[in-house]
């Protein structure tokens, strides 16, 4: 059944992916990004789906969204929370306000404001729907020195979707995506030289790539739409056997094009 999904940060990295994958599955896709020309071209390379421009940080623009896609195809079924953004990594007591309150702004404060808008609206409308709030490092918990800001905000989403789960009206559903490691300048960008040797080993086993996740994670947002869900892709069984075979794989390098 053809579903109409709306991705918010749609227009590049694991988001346009994910648009891409949901488009070739004969879903009916909307994005969102707050760039003027990338989204213009986004919506080009998707085959002319609606691309808009808002900042999730405005409830608003979101609002302006959801009546956008609703007045096209009559009712949007799934709702994904993907708009992210992270901050140079430095302690806490060095990163630059402005970094701080837009890395709060974009990942809570925009995933707070896309659930008030497709929550309500999705109770309105006859069926109701599910919205996805997408997980990220820290999410579990996991602390990662340097990404102080980031870790909180993913920290307190997850709270958020929890806590969202009681409260929602029948019908309604909110779960967490959890992509695992995926390469996009999201995941590495900010290594110093000596950094990006460090880490190359350790992402090279357990990053992938848009293209491999993307259409593992458009299956399960249409077939897992429950309340309550969690999709996680990297499991810690998954972790364990792929440290395990790391001497026999292939892998490639997530820092080489």
Same mark, same amino acid.
């Given at each position: 059944?053809?579903?109409?999904?709306?991705?918010?940060?749609?227009?590049?990295?694991?988001?346009?992916?994910?648009?891409?994958?949901?488009?070739?599955?004969?879903?009916?896709?909307?994005?969102?990004?707050?760039?003027?020309?990338?989204?213009?071209?986004?919506?080009?390379?998707?085959?002319?789906?609606?691309?808009?421009?808002?900042?999730?940080?405005?409830?608003?623009?979101?609002?302006?969204?959801?009546?956008?896609?609703?007045?096209?195809?009559?009712?949007?079924?799934?709702?994904?929370?993907?708009?992210?953004?992270?901050?140079?990594?430095?302690?806490?007591?060095?990163?630059?306000?402005?970094?701080?309150?837009?890395?709060?702004?974009?990942?809570?404060?925009?995933?707070?404001?896309?659930?008030?808008?497709?929550?309500?609206?999705?109770? !309105?409308?006859?069926?109701?729907?599910?919205?996805?709030?997408?997980? %990220? +490092?820290?999410?579990? &918990?996991? #602390? @990662?020195? $340097? *990404?102080?800001?980031?870790?909180?905000?993913?920290?307190?989403?997850?709270?958020?979707?929890? !806590?969202?789960?009681?409260?929602?009206?029948?019908?309604?559903?909110? %779960? +967490?995506?959890?992509? &695992?490691? #995926? @390469?996009? $300048? *999201?995941?590495?960008?900010?290594?110093?030289?000596?950094?990006?040797?460090?880490?190359?080993?350790?992402?090279?086993?357990?990053?992938?790539?848009?293209?491999?996740?993307?259409?593992?994670?458009?299956?399960?947002?249409?077939?897992?739409?429950?309340?309550?869900?969690?999709?996680?892709?990297?499991?810690?069984?998954?972790?364990?056997?792929?440290?395990?075979?790391?001497?026999?794989?292939?892998?490639?390098?997530?820092?080489?094009?």
């Amino acid at each position: 059944m053809t579903r109409t999904v709306v991705i918010t940060g749609g227009t590049r990295g694991l988001g346009f992916g994910l648009a891409r994958a949901l488009l070739e599955r004969g879903h009916q896709v909307v994005v969102c990004g707050t760039d003027p020309e990338r989204t213009e071209q986004a919506g080009a390379e998707l085959g002319g789906i609606m691309a808009r421009v808002a900042d999730v940080a405005d409830r608003e623009q979101l609002a302006a969204l959801w009546e956008a896609a609703t007045s096209r195809y009559g009712r949007v079924d799934v709702w994904i929370n993907n708009a992210g953004v992270s901050h140079t990594r430095e302690p806490l007591w060095r990163l630059p306000a402005e970094q701080a309150r837009r890395v709060v702004d974009v990942n809570l404060l925009g995933v707070l404001n896309g659930c008030a808008v497709a929550v309500s609206g999705m109770a !309105a409308q006859e069926g109701g729907g599910h919205v996805w709030n997408m997980d %990220g +490092l820290g999410g579990d &918990g996991r #602390v @990662v020195p $340097g *990404l102080g800001g980031y870790g909180a905000t993913k920290r307190a989403v997850a709270y958020l979707t929890t !806590a969202l789960a009681k409260e929602v009206p029948d019908g309604v559903g909110v %779960g +967490l995506l959890s992509p &695992g490691m #995926v @390469v996009t $300048g *999201l995941l590495t960008h900010g290594y110093s030289d000596a950094e990006r040797r460090r880490a190359a080993r350790v992402l090279s086993i357990l990053a992938d790539r848009v293209d491999t996740v993307a259409p593992w994670l458009a299956e399960r947002a249409i077939s897992r739409a429950r309340n309550g869900a969690r999709v996680r892709r990297l499991t810690p069984a998954k972790i364990a056997y792929r440290f395990a075979t790391a001497p026999f794989s292939r892998r490639r390098d997530v820092f080489t094009p």
